[in-house]
Nanobody, 113 residues
Framework: QVQLVESGGGLVQPGGSLRLSCAAS??????MGWYRQAPGKQRELVAA???????NYADSVKGRFTISRDNAKNTVYMQMNSLKPEDTAVYYC?????????WGQGTQVTVSS
């Protein structure tokens, strides 16, 4: 049974950093994206990584966020630096594995002083 488990969210001050993790069980990750959804807004793609390590980012996070993967641990990470209040949202990982897309449960990131 495929399962995605996210961790790493929390409360951080503006300018701070957090690292999100999304660990998969049941099958190997082929590709993954991190999405976020703020209250009253649509869910948006933040960053994505392919099976061969190619990455892409939303313009709003370029230069601040870095997505990476550890195939041995079947885990994808997103390092978030220089966080801003507008980064506050629930962050979700979405992974393609076992020939299907799966969503994680979401983790709250709050950037506030």
């Amino acid at each position: 049974q495929v399962q995605l488990v996210e961790s790493g969210g929390g409360l951080v001050q503006p300018g701070g950093s957090l690292r999100l993790s999304c660990a998969a069980s049941g099958s190997s990750i082929y590709a993954m994206g991190w999405y976020r959804q703020a209250p009253g807004k649509q869910r948006e793609l933040v960053a994505a990584i392919t099976s061969d390590g190619n990455t892409n980012y939303a313009d709003s996070v370029k230069g601040r966020f870095t997505i990476s993967r550890d195939n041995a641990k079947n885990t994808v990470y997103m390092q978030m630096n220089s966080l801003k209040p507008e980064d506050t949202a629930v962050y979700y990982c979405k992974a393609f594995l076992n020939l299907q897309w799966y969503w994680g449960q979401g983790t709250q990131v709050t950037v506030s002083s």
